[in-house]
């Protein structure tokens, strides 16, 4: 993004990461956090539409310092669906900057007239960097997230149908309507 700015020199990171050992699970979840407190916008919509404006990825900044607790939920829901509630401050720290990386990937590509939140437009590429995650966690070998969501989701079925091999079978033919 050659042709933004990104000029934070009067912010600096609020909690620091004060171990070299081991990040705690405060540094984890608050690592987005600026100070002093960027400027407040009633809507995050905003921060969005005045980065994209002005190029100035400071906005985008201001836009994550308020974001992360939204994120950090995501993240938190995400494992409490999966059953998986095993907390690891470095590993939730992966699962948020992979979704930081979402965030910068398609703030370019959001088109505010749309009349969709960015946060909306985000909602599925969340998903994704989050399934990714999960997918490089797991030891299958798959070549994309998108084989690996049909695998999960067929995986699903079989678990739902009582682990029963001829009705999964049935059960996916018929929603992809094949014999």
Not at 94 to 107: H, S, W
Not at 119 to 135: E, G
Request: hydrophobic residues 30%.
């Amino acid at each position: 993004m050659p042709e933004y700015t990104w000029d934070m020199k009067e912010y600096a990171s609020k909690y620091g990461f004060y171990t070299s050992e081991n990040l705690s699970r405060r540094e984890a979840e608050r690592t987005l956090q600026l100070e002093p407190e960027p400027p407040k916008e009633s809507d995050l919509n905003n921060y969005i539409i005045q980065a994209q404006q002005q190029k100035d990825l400071r906005y985008l900044s201001f836009f994550l310092h308020h974001y992360e607790k939204m994120l950090n939920g995501r993240i938190y829901s995400f494992w409490r669906s999966d059953d998986n509630e095993r907390y690891d401050p470095e590993r939730f720290l992966d699962y948020k900057m992979t979704c930081v990386v979402a965030v910068i990937e398609r703030f370019s590509d959001y088109d505010p007239s749309t009349g969709a939140d960015f946060t909306t437009y985000l909602y599925p590429f969340i998903t994704d960097a989050i399934l990714s995650c999960r997918m490089l966690e797991e030891s299958w070998s798959v070549d994309s997230l998108d084989q690996y969501k049909k695998i999960r989701g067929i995986a699903w079925k079989y678990r739902t149908s009582g682990e029963n091999t001829k009705k999964t079978i049935s059960e996916y033919a018929t929603e992809k309507n094949c014999k």
